[in-house]
Nanobody
Framework: QVHLVESGGGLVQAEGSLRLSCAASGRTFGGYTMGWFRQAPGKGRDFVASLTWTGGTALYADSVKGRFAISRDNANNTVCLQMNSLKPEDTAVYYC?????????????????WGPGTQVTVSS
């Protein structure tokens, strides 16, 4: 069992930056593929980024490629999402997720551990 908690969300102006963090506790964090997803009001849960347990291979949604960066610190059981050049369409609740399956993975059903989410609002 892995317990995940996100932090770092908030309100930011367009073209600004935010850094989301996800703290993990429970079983060994280093063996999990990690992902970030987001869900805007009235929409489904969309893939944002995923990272292998070694941190060696990352996968990004086309909409965030070049603007967002996922990273992890296995020694401190954290995974981060650096978000730059934010746009109003990035507004959503952002979720951290984990899976024992080898990654990176973009399909949300592969992930079996989820945090409660953190709100990111980008104003124009």
């Amino acid at each position: 069992q892995v317990h995940l908690v996100e932090s770092g969300g908030g309100l930011v102006q367009a073209e600004g930056s935010l850094r989301l963090s996800c703290a993990a506790s429970g079983r060994t964090f280093g063996g999990y593929t990690m992902g970030w997803f987001r869900q805007a009001p009235g929409k489904g849960r969309d893939f944002v980024a995923s990272l292998t347990w070694t941190g060696g291979t990352a996968l990004y949604a086309d909409s965030v490629k070049g603007r967002f960066a996922i990273s992890r610190d296995n020694a401190n059981n954290t995974v981060c999402l650096q978000m730059n050049s934010l746009k109003p369409e990035d507004t959503a609740v952002y979720y951290c997720a984990a899976t024992e399956k080898p990654g990176p993975l973009r399909f949300y059903l592969y992930y079996n551990y989820w945090g409660p989410g953190t709100q990111v609002t980008v104003s124009s």
